[in-house]
């Protein structure tokens, strides 16, 4: 043994250790390759066949028939009519695809605004912290489908308001419009209230995400400047801002996926593909992927227009 | 006299006028006044918000505790005339309550640590065992995001409805999919279940904020890579664990979707969302065939009103086992963002 340990010059010394680097090195790519594969099985099977299947099935009339699928080409057929005919008891594809973009559009920036702010004063230091930002994702808790449909159903909160005879105790938009504002501010204003249920229960994630982000701001920026006199104002512009930009993207793009997810949209093609009109759902799907693609291009684009999601301190 | 009480005053005043000349008193007194208006907004805002978040859940719990018989007294509008468990033994009755919940919160749990298993392990070979293309791969997780769930059921239903594993067919035992749980957990435990991609991609920005210096040591101290995953990284990243463990639960108990898509709600085996849904649609129905009608007199049930507040009360009764779980979850969850690094 002694003279095992003897014989061992330096260089032989890192001779073994790259070898062992090197082992390290394979085993560590053929355990990613492990630990990948439920994932790529999932991959292959459940998202990138079905994609394809699904493409392929939008452009043919699929009708079902004892125990198989009779598909009959059509071309184009199925995204004309989805585009241009499809109508529900209450609206239309169409419609609810530009009210979504649009709403997306203009609620997007105050959904980001909104949930930045809620999470820097979560961040802050005050009594009762804790319950309060327990309380602020109970919304994402109980943010389902089914419920909101019971609750839709028949509002019997309303109904039994409406049958004492209590309506609206306080008329915001009636105060609004004495004032002389613009009526689509008015509406714009009115209709966030109205939603600011929704809108909590849609910034759940994004403040969380925030609330991260704020997080992982070194401490020693802010010691740093309430050293030198900043104000809590200042600190905010300077430091935590420009160091929660990089997020922005990430927020925006689970922001923009879930409002699409929950939107009317969606539940068009959901219904589609229950009444079994295949072809026609996948085009729908289609379309909205498009739609978010085009989206997300727009906002990448708007992004790197100005320098959002860069490092604040790489330039 | 006269001079003297004028003197007072004059030098009262004055001090007066130099404490507001002095800068540094100044100073101290706007930064106080702006730190009690900044709590005080604050304040007001957050209580402000909490409410308008508790409020509906108070009330609908104050809804399900009124008797059924107070639907038609128009006096009653926030506390219940004569309080009664009654509503919610109707309500649970047209939800099959004590089947479906233990069926939901079976399915939730096993999803979860599936959905945990699969995503966790993507998440560190993504930020941790990189090789060539891993970042095209990663790109194909953004993807899975991005494209609604409606874009491939169809597929993945007729996959379900084919699917067999031949020899043990032969042994007599049922491999089919379609209409069982087995699909919700095979879905899970590929990676591909409600929202996995993002799970995925919390892990992975989640491992990748963690020091090299962990897994340095860890090599030299001769552990294998999954040693080093297993109990190096893992017990570290209690935080992600938390957060996805929480969402993966939660979305898999509201889930409507794909429950429905693959019909694993079925009369054996009832899920509480589904019986929600069926019961809001026609919730007269759902108390006819449960026998509920008979609990009650005509002059109740034929009231539109109490139809809705039964369809509340069981919204509320799917609403909160998740409450109370969340009730003893809170403070890890909490706790776990406060551990940054959800983004890297």
New interface residues.
Partial sequence: MKKNKMTTTPIEKQENRKKYLVS?KK???I???V??L??L???A???V???F??FR?SFFNLTPQSGQILEEFIGFDNYLYAINTHVTTTSSFKVELLTTTFDVAINLPVLLIFSLF?AV?LN?K?KGR?I????????????????A???G?????N???E??G?GTIFDLEFYLLQTGMAPFLITFITGLIDR??DI?ALAGVPI??F???I??IPKHLYEAAKIEGA??YEMFWLITLPNVTP?II?VT??AL?DT??TSPV?RI??DE??VQH?GL??A???I??GT??VL?LIIGGIAKLLKIGESHYEN | MKTKIMNYFKNLIQSIRNKFNDPVVNMRRSRKI?AFA??SV??I??AG??F???F??I?QIL?ALRAPQDVNN??V?WIPETWSVMNIKIAAMVLDYKAALFNTAKLSFISMFLQI???A??G???SR???KG?NI?FI?V?L?????P???????YF?FRDFRIGFLEWFGIDTRLLGKEGAIYL?S????GIR?G?F?YIFRSFFK?LPKELEESA?IDGA???RT?WSVMLPNARGALV?VGLFAF?WQ??D??YV??FEVSTAEFPL???R??N???G?YASLFYTGALNLIGQDVWAN??F???I??V??LL??LP??IM?LFV??S??ES??R????G
């Fill in positions: 390290y085993e560590k790519l355990m990613s390759i630990f990948l439920p994932w099985f999932g991959l099977f459940l998202f066949i079905p994609l299947r699904s099935y809620i004063m802050m005050f804790a309060v930002r327990a309380i602020f994702f109970v919304p994402v808790i109980l943010n389902s489908a089914a419920v449909t019971a609750l159903s028949g509002d019997a909160i109904a039994i308001l049958q004492s209590i600011i249920y909590l969380l995400l609330l991260a982000s997080q992982s104000t809590g997020h990430t793009v689970f996926v699409f997810l969606s093609i959901s593909l229950n295949w759902s996948s729908m799907a289609w909205y992927v978010i693609v997300l | 702006q900044m709590a604050r304040t805002l957050l918000l909490c308008v978040i508790l509906p859940t009330q809804q128009p006096a509008i298993a699969s995503t392990l993507a560190y070979a993504f065992l990189k090789f891993s791969l194909l953004i899975t995001i991005i494209v609604p409606q874009a491939l059921s169809l597929a993945q996959y879905m435990g590929l990676g591909m996995s993002i995925i904020g090599i294998s890579v999954f995953f957060t939660v108990w509201n409507a979707y429905k898509i509480l969302t589904m929600l849904l019961a809001a649609e919730m539109p009103v139809l809705s507040l369809s509340n069981s919204a799917m609403m998740l409450l969340y809170q403070k969850f909490v963002i406060e940054t690094g959800i983004v």
